[in-house]
């Protein structure tokens, strides 16, 4: 329950001799009951400051948690997104080390494609292999040749203690070798041939 002070009595009043005596006496017997219910109602007050104070500090806390953990949860879901992504940019995190790359992740049989660490560091040893096709490092480049099968192949990137898997997507040959259907083989005496290739 909150402290109170008691109301003093009506002072005393020169200008009222009759009750001057008596009212001097009520007036100063409420002093020490004053003095003990205001310094009660004075420490209430300081420690509800207190109390006030630590709370919003306690607050300011808990407030600076949840924006990290806001902030480690997007940092969450944007390394699961990664994971499953083939965009060419973003990096799944092995260890400490955040290793993003650009370049097409998409090509056909027996093409070659190369990526950039966009974050190379030349301090850092590096490596890449692959489970299908081969691959290259040299600085910041990742030279990729597909392999003879068509499907996904896993790149994966190696710096210094962390390592990153890149999925990349190898077509199937897009054109067919074209034959030539006319003029027949062997054909002579043919004016201005014209040549008419199937694909």
Do not use: C, H, W
């Not at 402290?3 to 009759?18: C, D, F, G, M, Y």
């Not at 990096?91 to 056909?108: F, N």
């Not at 597909?146 to 790149?155: E, P, V």
């Amino acid at each position: 329950m909150a402290s109170t002070i008691t109301e003093l009595p009506t002072p005393p009043s020169r200008q009222n001799p009759a009750t001057f005596s008596d009212r001097t006496d009520a007036f100063l017997g409420a002093l020490p009951t004053f003095q003990a219910e205001a310094n009660a109602l004075a420490a209430e007050a300081e420690a509800n400051a207190s109390t006030a104070a630590s709370a919003a500090s306690t607050a300011t806390t808990k407030a600076a948690d949840a924006t990290a953990a806001a902030s480690a949860a997007s940092a969450s879901a944007a390394i699961a997104a990664d994971a499953v992504a083939t965009l060419p940019a973003g990096g799944t995190i092995y260890g400490s080390t955040l290793i993003p790359v650009s370049g097409t992740l998409s090509l056909y049989i027996t093409q070659q494609t190369t990526l950039t660490i966009t974050n190379y560091d030349s301090a850092t040893s590096y490596s890449v292999s692959a489970v299908s096709g081969s691959a290259s490092i040299t600085g910041d480049t990742i030279t990729y040749t597909a392999g003879n099968t068509a499907g996904a192949d896993t790149l994966t990137i190696t710096a210094g203690a962390s390592s990153r898997d890149i999925t990349i997507t190898v077509n199937a040959a897009g054109v067919a070798t074209p034959t030539n259907s006319s003029p027949a083989n062997g054909a002579t005496e043919q004016e201005g041939p014209t040549l008419t290739l199937s694909a």
